[in-house]
């Protein structure tokens, strides 16, 4: 396991699913380090998506081809079917219309990898049940008032979501750590995050 990931599961769950020499595609790769460890322990052919300009620049120190670009606008500068896999990590419900990324996603890409936080996620719902506000906490450590994630939705949701868009779910995987079989029992309701596979 590659120690700049060793505290993050879902990323390492992600890797699972690479092969080697696999042409991956990185939505809002931030910093770049998830790119590199696929091009250095997987042999992929990787490209990445950033809007910070900080992060732009730790990518470029670290060799990875990135092209600045806002991920509400689409993915125009890629053709149909560029890439192996398209990974969009932690920024799904970060953009204005996430179906239209999905979509865009599932054109240039024959796989993709999703991981994003769970709003259903019980510690989420006792939250705002019993105290009336929006939840804040590790996983969504913003105020109400400004947080980057304005679309946030369930595991369910998500699902439902991919039925409307005819996009299959091959496989999903609950993300928590502290609790060994109730994500995979109930992941809407014990899972704080969750990766999954997708495919037209």
Not at 17 to 23: F, G
Not at 69 to 98: C, H, Y
Request: with cysteine; aromatic share 8%; glycine share 6%.
């Amino acid at each position: 396991m590659d120690a700049k990931i060793v505290n993050r599961p879902a990323l390492i769950e992600i890797c699972k699913h690479i092969p080697e020499n696999s042409r991956v595609l990185d939505l809002g790769c931030a910093d770049g380090t998830l790119l590199e460890i696929l091009r250095e322990n997987y042999g992929a052919k990787v490209h990445g998506i950033e809007i910070e300009q900080q992060n732009i620049s730790k990518c470029i120190s670290k060799g990875i081809p990135v092209i600045q670009a806002d991920l509400n606008e689409g993915l125009g500068s890629f053709k149909d079917n560029s890439f192996d896999f398209v990974i969009l990590s932690e920024t799904f419900q970060m953009v204005r219309n996430p179906d239209y990324l999905l979509s865009e996603m599932m054109r240039v890409g024959r796989t993709g990898i999703i991981n994003f936080i769970n709003i259903g996620y019980w510690l989420d719902r006792f939250q705002l049940f019993f105290g009336g506000r929006m939840p804040k906490n590790k996983h969504l450590p913003h105020e109400w008032y400004n947080t980057p994630n304005i679309h946030l939705g369930t595991i369910k949701d998500f699902q439902d979501l991919c039925k409307s868009l005819d996009i299959k779910i091959t496989q999903q995987q609950p993300i928590f750590s502290a609790l060994k079989m109730l994500p995979k029992v109930s992941p809407n309701l014990f899972a704080k995050k969750c990766v999954f596979l997708i495919e037209k």
